[in-house]
């Protein structure tokens, strides 16, 4: 079984950064692939950036060049640098993970944590 405990969230100016964190319980999380989503009030949970298990990113072109995925092996932690936030970017972050471990699965298996709010706003 795998648990995911996202936390980090918060208010922020436009402009501002934030970074989340998603904590990974399992002990095989070196083999899981993991990616942040998010979900904006009336609109369809999107993905935002993944990591594969061997430490391949990827990105939305909405958060490309503005947020940065990245991992600690040891802390078993996932986390998600989000600079330059925009009102857009408001929203309900959630991580999942992919025990297949190469990405091609995200969102597919029901491993999400419980969601962290950010909200940018002035």
């Known amino acids: 079984q795998i648990h995911l405990v996202e936390s980090g969230g918060g208010l922020v100016q436009p402009g501002g950064s934030l970074r989340l964190s998603c904590a990974v319980s399992?002990?095989?999380?070196?083999?899981?692939?993991i990616a942040w989503f998010r979900q904006a009030p009336g609109k369809q949970r999107e993905l935002v950036a993944g990591?594969?298990?061997?430490?391949?990113?990827s990105y939305s072109d909405s958060v490309k060049d503005r947020f940065t995925i990245s991992r600690d092996l040891a802390k078993s932690t996932v986390y998600l640098q989000m600079n330059s936030l925009k009102p857009d970017d408001t929203a309900v972050y959630y991580c999942?993970?992919?025990?297949?471990?190469?990405?091609?699965?995200?969102?597919?298996?029901?491993?999400w944590g419980q969601g962290t709010q950010v909200t940018v706003s002035s």
């Open positions: 999942n993970a992919d025990p297949d471990g190469l990405g091609y699965n995200f969102g597919v298996y029901d491993y």
């Open positions: 399992g002990r095989l999380f070196r083999l899981y692939a």
């Open positions: 990591i594969t298990n061997g430490g391949s990113t």
